[in-house]
């Protein structure tokens, strides 16, 4: 167990879909990173949280959208889903605002769009 | 163009064999990354390096900054090694290799 949790596991949903994915960090961190790993594309990065607000943004698409709460758990909310989003979500914290510290990864929530 | 160049895409190597797995990236960075993923999904961080040399264990991580360009090795390769390496780059935004998938036959 690293540290992070991110739920669900698996997710199969329909195209247009709206799902949301959700990421604890590990205690202490205040960074959430958000990846997307897709079979073409590899691994991208997303998204990045820090203690509340947004720090950096990737190749998230509009119909993608994330917060980081209070308590510092983050979800992804991925809406009018289509085949192509069918991922591997990984969410990664960190307990640095930059992106030069070490990181910790989730399990990841594999999405699959129907 | 990618912005992070691994190779070899793919390694198979007998156990006890010295591995070493190599990352180019052309864009200017404050950090490099090494990941491993096991055949489960998971990632796990090995390191993170900005300058020189690291060790962990069987494991060995240079950088060369002039020449942009970054090792892992594998001393005594054990077959609980075989997982995909994934070089990542942190600058003004995150690049990531395509990874090199390594198996270890015993």
Same mark, same amino acid.
């Given at each position: 167990d690293s540290g992070?949790?991110?739920t669900p596991k698996h997710l199969i949903t329909a195209t247009g879909q709206r799902v949301t994915l959700r990421c604890s960090p590990r205690s202490g961190d205040l960074s959430v990173y958000w990846y997307q790993q897709s079979l *073409?594309?590899?691994?991208?990065?997303?998204?990045? !949280?820090y203690n509340g607000e947004e720090r950096a943004k990737g190749n998230i698409l509009e119909r993608f959208s994330a917060q980081q709460f209070p *308590?510092?758990? /983050?979800?992804?909310?991925?809406?009018s889903l289509?085949?192509?989003? /069918?991922?591997? !979500?990984?969410?990664?914290s960190s307990v640095a605002r930059g992106p030069n510290y070490g990181y910790t990864f989730g399990s990841g929530t594999r999405l699959t769009v129907v | 163009k990618n912005e992070v160049e691994q190779s070899p895409q793919n390694l198979t190597a007998q156990?006890?064999? +010295?591995?070493t797995i190599n990352c180019s990236y052309s864009v200017g960075i404050s950090a490099l990354h090494w990941l491993q993923q096991h055949p489960g999904g998971g990632i796990v961080?090995? +390191?993170?390096?900005s300058s020189g040399k690291k060790k962990h264990g069987r494991l060995i991580a240079t950088i060369n900054i002039q020449e942009k360009h970054s090792s892992l090795h594998i001393t005594a390769s054990h077959p609980r090694d075989s997982a995909v390496y994934i070089c990542a780059v942190t600058g003004n935004q995150f690049y990531f290799g395509t990874g090199t998938s390594l198996t270890v036959i015993p």
């Open positions: 992070v949790t991110q *073409d594309q590899g691994l991208q990065f997303l998204i990045q !949280y *308590d510092l758990h /983050s979800e992804l909310n991925l809406s289509e085949l192509g989003d /069918s991922a591997l !979500y990984f969410c990664a | 156990e006890g064999e +010295f591995i961080s090995l +390191f993170m390096l």
